[in-house]
């Protein structure tokens, strides 16, 4: 792990890209999130900016006297919604002569997990389409219960993508599972020479393996008031019922 954390430190990333993640929350409301890739040939890293200003603030005493400031400000103010949040509390981080490490969870729940790296068994198709500038060929494959149609750019050689996905010969710059609720869609591409740094605040999710993570995680959202409770140590009420749309889930579904 030391290894693995002291080679990734030494990388540079070769590009940056934006990406749009569209899901649906519990309740079937469509969510629109920025992520971030930044890739070289051996290493990246997939995140969400906010996510990692948090981490990042929370992880000196400093930071977390800047972050006490805002959340005051914004109670004072009335303004609680301004608050920046870990809506998205994702980090990939993928080393492709190693392992993948991953931070995900929710706003109550937070993980890490390390698994072998590996890349999906892509079918290449006939059809293309543009994308930002670029000419994209189709790619399909079957990816821990869903299937995946993937969009990658040949121009750009970097056998990688957001989220896990990688291993096409080109960077793949759309990506949506079949059912319609997840898409990643390519918003900006920059060359870069940016350091792909660590996640500051790892010490606030909690080391497990990924199918664990997963069924705890399951448990929250189908009943995400008893969650809270026992997350913030405290009984949670609400008024009216709370309406979860089950047929919702997550990125992999192979821990049913």
């Not at 500038?133 to 990816?143: Q, S």
């Not at 399951?218 to 969650?227: L, T, V």
């Amino acid at each position: 792990m030391c290894l693995v954390a002291i080679a990734a430190m030494a990388q540079t990333a070769d590009i940056e890209v934006s990406y749009n993640y569209k899901h649906f929350h519990r309740t079937g409301k469509e969510q629109n999130h920025q992520m971030i890739l930044l890739a070289c040939p051996t290493y990246s890293k997939f995140y969400n900016p906010i996510t990692e200003y948090l981490d990042s603030l929370e992880s000196t005493p400093e930071g977390m006297d800047v972050y006490n400031q805002m959340k005051m400000a914004a109670f004072t103010a009335g303004n609680i919604k301004d608050v920046p949040s870990r809506t998205v509390p994702m980090y990939v981080f993928k080393h492709k002569n190693g392992d993948t490490e991953v931070f995900d969870g929710n706003v109550a729940l937070m993980f890490q997990y390390t698994e072998p790296y590996e890349s999906q068994k892509w079918e290449i198709c006939d059809s293309t389409k543009n994308i930002l500038g670029y000419d994209c060929i189709m790619a399909c494959a079957d990816y821990r219960g869903r299937h995946w149609t993937a969009w990658f750019a040949p121009d750009i050689p970097i056998q990688d993508g957001p989220w896990k996905l990688s291993g096409l010969p080109g960077l793949i710059l759309e990506a949506t599972e079949n059912s319609g609720q997840h898409q990643f869609t390519a918003t900006g591409i920059n060359a870069t020479k940016k350091q792909i740094t660590q996640n500051l605040g790892s010490d606030h999710y909690e080391r497990t393996n990924r199918i664990d993570m997963l069924k705890t995680l399951r448990r929250f959202e189908d009943d995400p008031i008893s969650g809270l409770s026992v997350a913030m140590g405290r009984k949670i009420t609400v008024k009216g019922d709370v309406q979860i749309n089950k047929s919702l889930d997550f990125l992999e579904m192979d821990y049913r």
